[in-house]
């Protein structure tokens, strides 16, 4: 039989859905995002078409900030081939195609013309202890975020006249009270590294590769659990490169056109930024990633593209470490400058 190709556009309540059906592409009935919906779907096709096997079918759905986690994890179970594109991919698809109206009903049926078009990579989900730690991080982030913003507020507060008593109590009981759930998530990423041994070690490992430290070796260790699973593991550095947005860019046309040099900024923004971080800490100390970015340096390299290049050192590096399980070893790596500015 022939695959079955689906569009899903992700809501909190409701996922939009369209079908390719003889070269044509029909809207299909909405369903709830529950475990009820999904099963009515399930049912609908196999009304549909009695014969389908489950690897025939093809589903197409973009990232919603964690609304689409459950259909994905659901349709992976059922055996279907599930698709998660990057949405800026898929947008500047729809601009090149004309498509300028957006609803739902639309953008599920643009996702599953995307789909047969453009055929992304099939999407594989992590193991749940990373996917666990990641939610824990995220728990972290958005504390250390809230914390950070009353503390502000205290500050303002402390500068203005005529505030009430009872705000500059309520305000140092709100702090007291982010600062003891912060240190409760903390003991709990803790406690998952002791529960788990292979993360604890996975961690270890990252921390031997020059720049990558306390603050960011969780964060770079999710992504490279997130990239090996994308790629069944068998993806290159230089993928890794384009998935993290540190991969080059040049904009020429003709003899008068040259943009400037720099990276795409596709992917995680955030772990560019740790990176970037690990660069600055990692280049000061003797090691191999300060001799690689002292050599860019001397040969005219500006200084925060050579820190640019070394951030990329830095993740192509933890790769390395990661897919062969060792801990880092100088002697056995390159120190040849990278292409990115």
């Not at 964690?66 to 500047?92: I, S, T």
């Not at 947005?245 to 046309?253: F, K, N, W």
């Not at 005219?300 to 790769?319: F, N, R």
Request: charged content about 20%.
């Amino acid at each position: 039989m022939n695959p079955v190709f689906l569009g899903a556009d992700i809501a909190c309540q409701t996922i939009a859905l369209a079908a390719l059906t003889e070269r044509s592409v029909d809207t299909l009935a909405s369903i709830a995002n529950t475990p009820e919906g999904f099963a009515q779907l399930q049912q609908g096709l196999h009304h549909r078409y009695p014969d389908l096997a489950a690897e025939h079918v093809h589903v197409c759905l973009e990232p919603t900030g964690g609304y689409e986690e459950a259909f994905c994890l659901w349709a992976h179970a059922q055996g279907w081939q599930v698709h998660l594109p990057n949405p800026k991919h898929v947008r500047d698809w729809a601009k090149g195609c004309g498509q300028r109206a957006k609803t739902d009903r639309i953008d599920a049926r643009l996702l599953v013309r995307y789909l047969v078009e453009r055929r992304p990579p099939l999407w594989h989900p992590v193991e749940a202890t990373v996917s666990e730690l990641d939610s824990l991080l995220e728990r972290k982030r958005d504390l250390e975020q809230m914390l950070q913003q009353e503390k502000n507020r205290q500050q303002l507060l402390a500068r203005r006249p005529r505030i009430a008593g009872a705000v500059h109590a309520n305000v140092g009981q709100v702090l007291s009270s982010l600062a003891q759930a912060l240190e409760q998530i903390e003991q709990a990423i803790q406690a998952h590294l002791q529960q788990h041994a292979s993360l604890r070690e996975q961690a270890r490992q990252l921390r031997t590769v020059p720049g990558v430290g306390a603050k960011n070796v969780l964060p770079l260790l999710i992504t490279l659990s997130r990239f090996a699973a994308l790629t069944q593991g068998q993806g290159t550095a230089k993928s890794l490169t384009a998935y993290a947005g540190l991969d080059p860019t040049t904009l020429e046309s003709g003899s008068s056109v040259r943009g400037p040099h720099g990276i795409s900024r596709l992917g995680n923004r955030r772990l560019r930024q740790q990176l970037y971080m690990g660069a600055l800490g990692g280049t000061r100390g003797n090691n191999g990633l300060r001799r690689f970015y002292e050599r860019l340096v001397s040969r005219g390299k500006a200084k925060k593209a050579a820190l640019v290049a070394a951030a990329h050192k830095i993740l192509t590096w933890s790769w390395a470490v990661f897919r062969t399980q060792t801990d880092f070893d100088a002697t056995k790596n390159a120190l040849q400058p990278a292409k990115a500015s």
